[in-house]
């Protein structure tokens, strides 16, 4: 609807309101020469400064969008508008002008008959001064946003300049508009230099920075001025190019737009429209680079994709097919119940299928045929069974085995040879089913073969194609015989061994434990349709499933047992089965044995595969090198080898990541059943030592490669560091398992603990240390062994500490450093006392850690440890960055960085390097912070440390936000999360979400800052870290403000301060109560918002955190501001002020004092 008029509309600073411009509406209101402007308070969501962790600037271009939107609705029916802003709503009109022109809207700005500017920040402030230099150091980022906010305030400004202020004429990219700039002459917070800029059009007005508006007469300077640039906006031409304009604005007669008669003089009528006409054209969506474009592709004729595949396996037209004979289709029956065997199914039938030599399998991929299919595994598998299923479904394909199929059972692996059927009778079976008069079959079993293949050939070239499944085999002479010769026949063999007949060999493993549970399901059901026990108790089906190594065979006996009683809970099944002892004897019924089954297996092997059979489960790990078999066995490598490849043959090993091998579980217990009767023989014990000596040698070898001294003599049993963590990442399962089983009276029991530490504490396997730890320190309790005990303590100490057990971490050090003063020893007391600063750190006992790590250094000179010296003064640093000494914590790493550089330990000094990075990050000293820290990650690259790769990447990820590379710091993030996933630190994992969600906020990018910390809360929960969790409440409090979400911000600061709270952390516990009151503030409940802030205030005083009370009395006094309390908002912005300039912060004070001014207008105003 057209408007008669001027429309003038008013945009606010982004610490003020609509209220601003009461005064100047007032005056405009009362001047009979102005009635043809109407003012058009224009708001948008802001607020004072307040001290907002996270965020609090308004955005610049969301309040930019906001006034398109205002101009098209609010003022969409004034033929011309003047824009007047303040303070930083110049900032808001600039950036709507240069996104109208980006977008092509030009056209649409030509009603703009105007832009004043009054106080704009164009080239900054002190307000912008103050945040960008960091008001509130690490805990208030906010300010960090600013930092890249001069750049986009420049560049707008140059888009103006060059396509407003000096365009020539109105296009798409283009508006001539002039632009009025004023500053105040006795302005505190713009200087007249930032505000006046490079704009032309420029002039001082009497007044600090909000004093200009204060138009108390229609004298005042501010609005006198403002009278003449309204009254000559309105009777100024069009500018150029506006006849183009008149289509886009609805069609208004010409001279409509920009051509408005002096006041007074007759208006003509203005109809104003929508002439926006037509459709909207859609299309392909682009992400980033990426064109996403989706095709539909229809089939060309009524030929399914599944007919055209049949038909690709149908064999070429010839003579009709004849019925099999009788008997050549007998196959024994097939088990009601089988499951998690489909892609066995499939990919025995693709080679099954007929076709030429190089059709397409069923994957599409071509391949030559090879129709002999041998089946291998180890006994109980259920190689038998996938045979029969794929031999039924092979004869059931329509053309694929039109000549029947031929089954027979070897009885390969019967213990009786004479029961062991041999070729010449299967030939003979054979040959008879085929038709072939027994006359005149051959009688030798050559002569038979080469028959067999001819009958064979023959039925494939005439139609009658035939399948043969060839189960049990034990041997190749077995099978031999009986293999066709053509290109047409198909067989399936099936053995416990991986036979050498030129087959296409498929290695059957066992289950999936999914499918093993369904196996149960469906056996259970088959015998009593109502037995649910599986679904009822899933999990107690799982662990049955489990003991039985998934296993088939043993699944099906387990199954049946359940099924003759159907009342028993599958509880007490498992429990049974727990038993290692019985439970091969328990997987028994009727004529189905699991061990029967490997019975089979065992009696096959020659005597030298059946001693290291049997002595294989000595090992107590889950695999073994052929290095150890040999140590096993006392032979050499070699020889070791040729064993454990004919064992893996006959399916009682599997080969792993070579040269490794694994046992079944099931199978190791029959091998160790074996194995305890015959031990005398064996001599078991003492291959069970050589283990043992095996193993401790080797681990304190490659321990020498990881001592961080370049001076510690390294072990020739490894070439290199690299070889040496290849055998360690290869053996820790199996070198845990030894120390934990070997004899109390052998060395590895204790001293495999110190051989391993450096290793478990490289790759972070806290909880082996523990279990390790605690074992020594009990063993040297008992022995006396008072050295080795206090070690042990120190390793259970510094384990419990990384898995953030912190007040068992300290009673550990505790215990280590009361041994070490009892015995004297002066160098491990200095070491005990640095470990327990260290933990004493963790729970914020900051000054007794100065003096806990001050110990450790003076005891360290004294004993002349340089390398000791360095570790303590790096933990001092840390206490001291945590007590504000931040000088003196860049002191001490550098100390630290220096001794460590000296004494050659790259580790210790890419360490130093991060916590001196972490110091001058504190400080403001962020280009020098962010040096170091990629010092810090060279170096842990350099080392292969993975994990201190991610601590580096997450700090340098820090310093990176705090200049504004907020890409940059993502992408750090981004791999601190990725490399504590990949070395298994949840917590760490939760700290990498938690930073990464902080920038993603400071990007703007909220939601999806609001998912991260989710993310990172889950993560605190699950590990137990209250601290970590009250912090990630808190930074989710923060996002949720930050997208108007209010309720659920006040609901995380809620659950924060519990927890803060909870665990006695009085600081974040006033800083909860801050987040909370700002967003009690943002819903109206200000009564509950000045409650909250002076709880922060009483904490602040409480713990003498002067700084943190100047926030609390700056956020208190806005909140007073509020509720109308002028005088007692007054007076905390001075208190504000005061500790400021008390505490030296300029900034902040700044801050205060701009705060005071405003808070003393509205007071003024009424």
């Known amino acids: 609807m057209a408007v008669d008029g001027l429309g003038v509309v008013l945009v606010h600073g982004f610490r003020s309101g609509p209220e601003t411009w009461q005064h100047v509406r007032d005056r405009i209101g009362e001047d009979d020469e102005l009635k043809f402007v109407t003012t058009l308070p224009f708001s948008y969501a802001t607020g004072l400064t307040r001290y907002h962790p996270l965020k609090t600037w308004t955005?610049?271009?969301?309040?930019?969008?906001?006034?398109?939107?205002?101009?098209r609705t609010e003022a969409g029916g004034f033929p011309r508008v003047v824009l007047v802003s303040h303070s930083m709503g110049g900032l808001i009109v600039q950036r709507h002008l240069a996104r109208m022109?980006?977008?092509?809207?030009?056209?649409?700005?030509?009603?703009?008959?105007?832009?004043?500017?009054?106080?704009?920040?164009?080239?900054?402030?002190?307000?912008?001064?103050?945040?960008?230099?960091?008001?509130?150091?690490?805990?208030?980022?906010?300010?960090?946003?600013?930092?890249?906010?001069?750049e986009q305030v420049g560049e707008t400004r140059r888009r103006v300049l060059h396509d407003v202020v000096h365009a020539a004429r109105v296009t798409d990219r283009t508006c001539p508009i002039p632009f009025s700039v004023y500053a105040g002459d006795s302005d505190g917070v713009v200087p007249m230099a930032s505000a006046q800029s490079v704009f032309r059009d420029t002039a001082a007005l009497p007044g600090d920075h909000f004093g200009i508006l204060r138009a108390v007469g229609a004298e005042h300077r501010t609005f006198t001025t403002l009278r003449r640039l309204l009254r000559e906006t309105a009777a100024a031409p069009d500018p150029p190019g506006t006849a183009e304009t008149s289509e886009v604005c609805g069609g208004l007669p010409a001279g409509a737009v920009g051509s408005r008669p002096a006041p007074g003089a007759p208006q003509p009528p203005v109809t104003v429209g929508n002439a926006i006409s037509g459709g909207r054209q859609h299309a392909p969506v682009i992400q980033g680079h990426t064109v996403n474009v989706t095709f539909r592709s229809e089939p060309s004729t009524g030929t399914s994709g599944a007919e055209s595949r049949d038909a690709g396996h149908r064999p070429p037209a010839g003579p009709a097919a004849s019925p099999p004979v009788q008997g050549a289709a007998g196959l024994p029956v097939r088990s009601a119940t089988f499951t998690g065997r489909e892609d066995d199914v499939r990919a025995l039938l693709d080679d099954l299928a007929p076709r030429t030599g190089t059709d397409a399998g069923a994957t599409g991929t071509p391949r030559v045929p090879v129709l002999v299919q041998a089946v291998a595994g180890m006994g109980g598998v259920g190689k038998t069974e996938l045979a029969l299923q794929t031999a039924e479904r092979a004869l059931a394909r329509p053309g694929w085995f039109p000549g029947g199929v031929l089954f027979a059972d070897l009885n390969g692996y019967d213990p009786t040879p004479e029961r062991r059927t041999s070729a010449e009778a299967v030939l003979d079976t054979f040959l008879r089913a085929l038709g072939t008069p027994p006359e005149e079959i051959p009688a030798d079993a050559p002569a038979r073969s080469a028959l067999l293949r001819t009958v064979l050939a023959?039925?494939?070239?005439?139609?009658r194609r035939t399948l043969l499944v060839i189960d049990n085999a034990g041997s190749e002479e077995q099978v031999r015989p009986l293999l066709p010769g053509d290109d047409a026949t198909g067989?399936?063999?099936t053995s416990r061994h991986s036979l050498d007949i030129g087959a296409r060999l498929h290695t059957l493993d066992t289950l999936e434990p999914h499918a093993s549970v369904d196996l149960i399901r469906q056996q259970l059901h088959h015998a009593r349709t109502g037995d649910t026990r599986v679904d009822d108790d899933p999990d107690a089906a799982a662990r049955i499933a489990d003991l039985c190594g998934h296993l088939p065979l043993a699944l099906h006996v387990i199954a049946a047992l359940l099924a003759d009683t159907p009342q028993r809970p599958l509880t007490s099944m498992a429990d049974a089965l727990a038993d290692g002892h019985t439970r091969l004897q328990l997987l028994t019924r009727a004529d189905r044995a699991v061990q029967a089954a490997f019975d089979l297996s065992y009696a096959n092997l020659t005597p030298d595969q059946a001693r290291l059979f049997r002595l294989l489960p000595l090992n107590p790990g889950p695999d073994l090198s052929t290095e150890t078999a040999a140590h096993l066995l006392d032979a050499d490598q070699a020889a070791a080898e040729v064993l454990l490849t004919d064992l893996a043959r006959a399916h009682l090993v599997e080969p792993g990541v070579w040269p490794r091998w694994r046992m079944h579980d099931l199978l190791r217990l029959h091998a160790d059943h074996h194995g305890r009767t015959q031990a005398d023989e064996d001599h078991r014990d003492t291959a069970h030592t050589r283990l043992l000596?095996?193993?401790?040698?080797?681990?304190?070898?490659?321990?020498?490669?990881?001592?961080?001294?370049?001076?510690?003599?390294?072990?020739?049993?490894?070439?290199?560091?690299?070889?040496?963590?290849?055998?360690l990442d290869a053996e820790h399962a199996n070198l845990t398992a030894a120390a934990t089983t070997a004899p109390h009276n052998h060395p590895a029991h204790t001293?495999?603990?110190?051989?391993?530490?450096?290793?478990?504490?490289?790759?972070?396997?806290?909880?082996?240390?523990?279990?390790?730890?605690?074992?020594?320190?009990?063993?040297?309790?008992?022995?006396?062994?008072?050295?080795?005990?206090?070690?042990?303590?120190?390793?259970?100490?510094?384990?419990?500490?990384?898995?953030?057990?912190?007040?068992?971490a300290i009673t550990a050090h505790q215990q280590d450093l009361d041994i070490c003063r009892e015995t004297g020893d002066r160098h491990g007391e200095g070491s005990a006392w640095g470990n327990l600063g260290l933990a004493l750190r963790e729970v914020g006992g900051f000054d007794d850690a100065i003096t806990a790590c001050t110990h450790a250094r003076d005891m360290h000179r004294e004993t002349g440890d340089r390398h000791g010296e360095g570790s303590a003064w790096g933990n001092l640093g840390?206490?001291?960055?945590?007590?504000?000494?931040?000088?003196?914590?860049?002191?001490?790493?550098?100390?630290?960085?220096?001794?460590?550089?000296?004494?050659?330990?790259r580790h210790g000094e890419g360490m130093a390097w991060g916590n001196l990075g972490l110091a001058l990050r504190e400080v403001g000293r962020f280009d020098e912070a962010i040096t170091a820290l990629q010092q810090d990650l060279d170096i842990c690259r350099e080392t292969g440390d993975r994990h201190g790769e991610g601590r580096a990447w997450n700090n340098l990820g820090l310093a990176l936000r705090e200049v504004g590379r907020f890409d940059d710091a993502i992408t750090a993030h981004t791999h601190t999360r990725d490399i504590y996933r990949e070395t298994g630190d949840r917590h760490g994992e939760g700290r990498a979400w938690g930073n990464l969600g902080l920038v993603l906020g400071e990007v703007g990018r909220f939601d999806d800052a609001i998912t991260v910390l989710t993310r990172a809360l889950d993560i605190f929960r699950e590990t137990g870290d209250r601290h970590g969790e009250g912090r990630a409440w808190n930074n989710?409090?923060?996002?949720?403000?930050?997208?108007?979400?209010?309720?659920?911000?006040?609901?995380?600061?809620?659950?924060?301060l519990d927890i803060c709270r909870e665990t006695g952390d009085r600081h974040g516990e006033g800083m909860a109560w801050n987040n909370l009151g700002l967003a009690l503030g943002e819903v109206g409940r200000f009564d509950d918002a000045i409650t909250a802030h002076r709880q922060d205030l009483d904490i602040c005083r409480e713990t003498g955190d002067r700084h943190g009370e100047g926030r609390a009395w700056n956020n208190l006094g806005l909140a007073l501001r509020k509720v109308g309390r002028f005088d007692d908002a007054i007076d905390a912005c001075i208190r504000a002020r005061d500790i400021f300039r008390e505490t030296g912060d300029q900034h902040s004070e700044g801050i205060a004092r701009a705060n005071l001014e405003e808070v003393r207008g509205c007071a003024t105003g009424g």
């Open 59 to 71: 955005s610049i271009s969301a309040a930019a969008d906001s006034l398109r939107e205002f101009l």
């Open 101 to 150: 022109l980006s977008d092509g809207n030009g056209q649409e700005l030509a009603r703009i008959g105007r832009v004043v500017m009054l106080a704009c920040p164009n080239d900054g402030s002190q307000l912008f001064l103050s945040l960008r230099q960091g008001i509130f150091g690490r805990r208030h980022p906010q300010e960090s946003e600013l930092r890249p906010l001069n």
């Open 458 to 463: 023959d039925r494939a070239a005439h139609g």
């Open 491 to 493: 067989v399936l063999v």
């Open 693 to 727: 000596d095996h193993y401790l040698a080797t681990a304190e070898a490659a321990d020498t490669h990881l001592s961080p001294l370049p001076q510690t003599p390294r072990s020739p049993a490894f070439t290199d560091r690299r070889r040496a963590l290849e055998w």
């Open 751 to 808: 001293d495999i603990t110190s051989a391993l530490y450096q290793y478990f504490d490289l790759r972070r396997r806290f909880d082996d240390i523990i279990t390790l730890a605690n074992q020594t320190r009990t063993a040297h309790r008992e022995t006396g062994n008072r050295q080795g005990e206090a070690a042990a303590w120190s390793y259970l100490g510094l384990a419990l500490r990384e898995v953030r057990r912190f007040d068992d």
């Open 878 to 905: 840390l206490a001291l960055r945590e007590v504000g000494g931040f000088d003196d914590a860049i002191t001490a790493c550098t100390h630290a960085r220096d001794i460590f550089r000296e004494t050659g330990d």
């Open 1036 to 1056: 989710l409090g923060l996002a949720l403000w930050e997208v108007g979400r209010f309720d659920d911000a006040i609901t995380a600061h809620r659950q924060d």
